[in-house]
C-alpha cells in the first residue's frame, strides 16, 4: 500500500507540486487575513500588493532595494574569500587550527545583535558597519562548512599521492580541491542566506535605506501591508540567489552521485 502510494506521488510533475504548495499558502494567507488575532499584521495580498506601490510611489523602494543588495554581497564576497583561506589553513596546520578554531565557535554563537554597538562605536554609523556584520556573520558560517569539508577528504587519498611523490601543491589542486568544492558550494548557498537573514541586524546601524531600515520604520508607524511586502520581497530575493547557486552547483558537481528522492 505504502509502494502504491509512493508511486502515486511520483506521477505527479514537480510543478504541479509547487502549484499546490503555492495555493496552500494563499489559502493560509487568506485565513491570516480575515482571523481577527491576525489580520492586522497579515492584510491580504491585495492589500499587501498595494502597499509596495505605495513605496513605490514615494520613491523609497528602489533605493532601499540597491542599498540592501550593496551591504549583503558586499559583505557576502569579503565573508567567502577570508573564509576560504582561514578554513584550508586550519584544516591543513594543526596549530592554526588550535589557535582560531575556539575562537571562531566562540563567536559563532553569539547573535549579530549582540555586537552591533561595538562595531557602530569602533566603524561609526553608514555602509561601513554593514558590510562589516555581515561579512562577520558569513565568514562563520562558510569557514566551518569549508573547514568540515576540507578534513573529511579521505586519508587514503592523500597518502596515495605523496607515495607518488606530488607535492603539497600538487595535492591541494588535484585532491582536496576537487573533493571539497561540494562543501565549498554548500557554504556559499549557507552564506547567502546567513548575508539575508542578518540584514535587519545589520541595517541597525544608522541606516539611511534598506529593506531591513525600512521594515523596523514601518513597524513604528504600524504600516503593516509594506512591511509584509517588503518581508516577501527579502524572501524572493533569497529564494533567486538559493536558485542561482544550485545552478552553479549542478554544473561544478555533475559528477558527484546524490541520492534520489
Known sequence: MEQTKKSLASRIPSKVWLLISFLA??????????????S???????????????????GGFWQDLSSS????????????????????????????????EP????IRNIPPLAYVPLIVICAGVGRRPQI?????ACFLIMCVTIFQGVINVDETLIKAARVL???DKDIFIRVIAPATLPF??????????????????????????????????????FESAPMLAYV?????????????IKLLERKLTGWQEKREI
Not at 185 to 203: K, P
Request: glycine letters at 8%; hydrophobic letters at 60%; a positive charge.
Open 25 to 38: 499558502a494563499m489559502a493560509a494567507w487568506f485565513a491570516l487575513s480575515i482571523i481577527p488575532a491576525t
Open 40 to 58: 492586522r499584521a497579515f492584510p491580504n495580498v491585495f492589500v499587501t500588493i498595494e502597499g509596495l506601490l505605495t513605496m513605490i510611489e514615494r
Open 69 to 100: 543588495m550593496i551591504s549583503v554581497f558586499a559583505g557576502y564576497a569579503l565573508g567567502f574569500v577570508i573564509a576560504l583561506p582561514v578554513a584550508i589553513l586550519m584544516a591543513w596546520y594543526v596549530p592554526v587550527r588550535n589557535i582560531l
Open 103 to 106: 575562537w571562531i565557535q566562540f
Open 132 to 136: 562589516i556584520v555581515i561579512t562577520i
Open 165 to 167: 611523490g606530488a607535492t
Open 184 to 221: 565549498i558550494l554548500t557554504a556559499i548557498r549557507l552564506g547567502a542566506s546567513v548575508a539575508l537573514t542578518t540584514l535587519i541586524a545589520a541595517e541597525s546601524t544608522g541606516a539611511q535605506a534598506g529593506l531591513g531600515m525600512r521594515i523596523r520604520s514601518l513597524n513604528n508607524t
Open 232 to 244: 516577501i520581497v527579502i524572501g524572493i530575493i533569497g529564494i533567486t540567489m538559493e536558485k542561482i
